[in-house]
């Protein structure tokens, strides 16, 4: 999925599938699972004017990345799919569920026991007035213009835009 996301296009070619294809190659062999989680992350699109993790949380809590506690952080892995319909500020019930399905695979594979499952389950999702939310656009607007590092999830050293630009060169 990052090697698909490092393409601007979404044309359906077999050159394109096969530059993905060698992309993915080539992440897989130089990075840990944990470092193509992270560029997943900080390259994709979250709703509501955020690209990347950071921008995420700040749009959707107002905190910074290494900030968010569990439900926070399933709200956003939950918001992957379809930014728009599952975006806690336009369908609180709807993000809702689709946390707790991310809760409840994070307990499938082991990463959360049930009664955390329940106490998380229990709470509502807290996001931000809409002032909160103009006021992250604008910090985020402003942090593009000054060409800022991408932010990264769990507070993992900053990347910087040579890697994106390096994996899509060769």
């Given at each position: 999925?990052?090697?698909?996301?490092?393409?601007?296009t979404r044309?359906r070619?077999?050159k394109?599938k096969?530059?993905?294809?060698?992309?993915?190659?080539?992440?897989?062999?130089r990075?840990?699972?944990?470092?193509?989680l992270?560029?997943?992350?900080?390259?994709n699109?979250?709703?509501?004017?955020?690209?990347?993790?950071?921008?995420?949380a700040?749009?959707?809590?107002?905190?910074?990345v290494?900030d968010?506690?569990?439900?926070?952080?399933?709200?956003?892995?939950?918001?992957l799919?379809?930014?728009?319909?599952?975006?806690?500020?336009?369908?609180?019930?709807?993000?809702?569920q689709?946390?707790?399905?991310?809760?409840?695979?994070?307990?499938?594979?082991?990463?959360?026991?049930?009664?955390?499952?329940?106490?998380?389950?229990?709470?509502?999702?807290?996001?931000?007035?809409?002032?909160?939310v103009?006021?992250?656009?604008?910090?985020i607007?402003?942090?593009l213009?000054?060409?800022a590092?991408t932010?990264?999830?769990?507070?993992?050293?900053p990347?910087s835009?040579?890697h994106?630009?390096?994996?899509?060169?060769?």
């Amino acid at each position: 999925q990052l090697a698909r996301l490092l393409f601007l296009t979404r044309e359906r070619t077999v050159k394109r599938k096969v530059k993905e294809w060698m992309t993915a190659i080539r992440l897989e062999r130089r990075y840990a699972k944990n470092e193509i989680l992270e560029m997943y992350l900080n390259q994709n699109y979250y709703g509501s004017g955020a690209y990347g993790i950071q921008a995420a949380a700040q749009v959707y809590f107002g905190k910074n990345v290494e900030d968010l506690n569990v439900s926070e952080c399933a709200v956003l892995v939950g918001l992957l799919p379809a930014p728009t319909r599952y975006s806690p500020l336009r369908n609180p019930k709807l993000s809702e569920q689709r946390r707790n399905l991310v809760l409840r695979a994070m307990v499938t594979v082991g990463d959360l026991d049930e009664a955390t499952y329940d106490s998380l389950t229990a709470q509502p999702i807290v996001a931000p007035t809409i002032e909160g939310v103009a006021g992250a656009k604008s910090a985020i607007r402003i942090a593009l213009r000054c060409s800022a590092p991408t932010m990264t999830f769990a507070g993992l050293a900053p990347r910087s835009e040579e890697h994106t630009s390096e994996l899509q060169s060769h």
